[in-house]
């Protein structure tokens, strides 16, 4: 499928060899569609770091262009150069750069870098031009921020120093997204910001999931998926019709393309995907 909306996934590193099975399974589904490039999650202080990295091969090793995250939480400057050099020598040409969240039991132990504006400027210093890299951008506010102002200023920063493209957290109001672009096109920020998609499976995970990020599930969606119970196909084809509608009004005003977060899943990401018209 050709598109010139540039269309990318998320995976996160398996537990288990059963949990692997099913990645692999999930990922060749979805990468018969082509998407522009997969991107691998860190775990809070680096718990998935060789998990992060062994992902970032195997879905090399099944033919796509595999981004790392990387979390600055937790790690020093000689830890995070250590990274970046073996995800150079593995070829490897995108990162997505996160400030992160610190495992419990960390306690004040921060690492020497404290804000994802740091380690992108660090990835700089230490990597040039080699790796293109990807920022997190928040349409309804980091939960952490002390204000609106101040979490476009963190955004701001980060393009500042240094990020080529940003994928924002998921969303279910494309209103929310629009202003934000709006906003940051207003300090001066001139890269593509490319709306993050969640598909809808699970009420319960998706409303854990939600607390914890701060995007907000709209009155009207919550009481329908309430009404559904434990139906699984009736939230299934709920989430994919409503995420769908979603996505297509994103992309006809202007989205460069759209990041979805698969959960190592691909039947409903490829039902949304599907439905788009993508030219």
């Known amino acids: 499928m050709s598109s010139t909306k540039a269309i990318s996934l998320e995976f996160f590193p398996p537990r288990d060899i059963a949990a692997q099975e099913k990645l692999v ?5 979805l990468l018969a569609l ?5 991107s691998v999650t860190f775990g809070a202080g680096g718990s998935t770091r060789t ?5 970032v091969r195997l879905l090399q090793n099944l033919g796509c262009d595999a981004a790392p995250h990387l979390s600055c939480i937790g ?5 995070l150069a250590d990274i970046l050099d073996s995800y150079r020598e593995q070829g490897i040409r995108r990162i997505v750069a996160l400030r992160g969240d610190l495992p419990s039991g960390m306690g004040g132990d921060q690492g020497e870098l404290h804000y994802a504006s740091e380690l992108v400027a660090f ?4 990597s040039g031009d080699w790796f293109h890299i990807e920022v997190a951008g928040y349409p309804e506010m980091h939960p952490q921020a002390p204000g609106a102002a101040a979490d476009l200023d963190h955004f701001v920063n980060k393009v ?3 990020a080529n493209s940003a994928i924002t957290q998921y969303f279910f109001n494309a209103d929310a997204y629009f202003d934000f672009v709006d906003r940051s096109r207003a300090k001066g920020v001139d890269i593509p910001i490319v709306p993050g998609i969640m598909p809808i499976t699970n009420y319960a995970q998706l409303a854990r999931f939600s607390n914890m990020c701060g995007a907000e599930i709209p009155r009207w969606i919550r009481l329908r998926l309430a009404d559904f119970g434990d139906d699984k196909a009736s939230i299934k084809a709920f989430g994919v019709e409503v995420i769908s509608r979603l996505s297509q009004d994103l992309l006809d005003n202007g989205a460069p393309g759209l990041h979805f977060y698969t959960l190592n899943n691909a039947e409903v990401t490829m ?6 018209r993508l030219d």
Request: glycine fraction near 6%; aromatic fraction near 6%; charged fraction near 20%.
């Open 25 to 29: 399974r999930s990922a060749k589904q």
């Open 34 to 38: 082509h998407p522009a490039y997969v």
């Open 51 to 55: 998990g992060t990295a062994d992902t």
């Open 75 to 79: 790690a020093t400057r000689a830890v």
């Open 123 to 126: 990835i700089r210093q230490h």
């Open 160 to 162: 500042r120093a240094g």
């Open 271 to 276: 039902a949304i995907w599907r439905q788009l």
